[in-house]
């Protein structure tokens, strides 16, 4: 029990965890794999408006804590073991958790639209707005 407590506590000292419980969109830059994104959000246009956690993590403080345990583990992991895909693509758990964060930010602009009847059963807001939050150079 007590190799895997030292383990883990070492891990996070050394990892700078605890900036991962904060909303500082830097803690995402810890990880040297994330600096793209991180510069281009910062050149985004919902750099004024929205940090990370805005977008990809919602819900109650239960939820947004929870969302941050599994990405921070999953995420440790994959770059850890370097098995992840370049360049890092948005995917399932993460995907639907941005669709909430959307929806909830442009609710009743997206319900004035065909869309909301239509098409957004099947269709992430990203499918058509893929630099909005990212801009690409």
Known sequence: VGAPVGTGLATFIFADGHSYLSSNPKACVNCHIMQSQFDSWQASSHKTIAACNDCHSNGSIIEKYSQKAVNGFLHSFAFTTEYFHEPIRIKGFNKNITQRSCLSCHESFVSS????????????CTDCHKEVGHRKW
């Open 113 to 124: 639209t065909h869309l909301a009847n239509e098409g957004l059963k099947n269709r992430f």
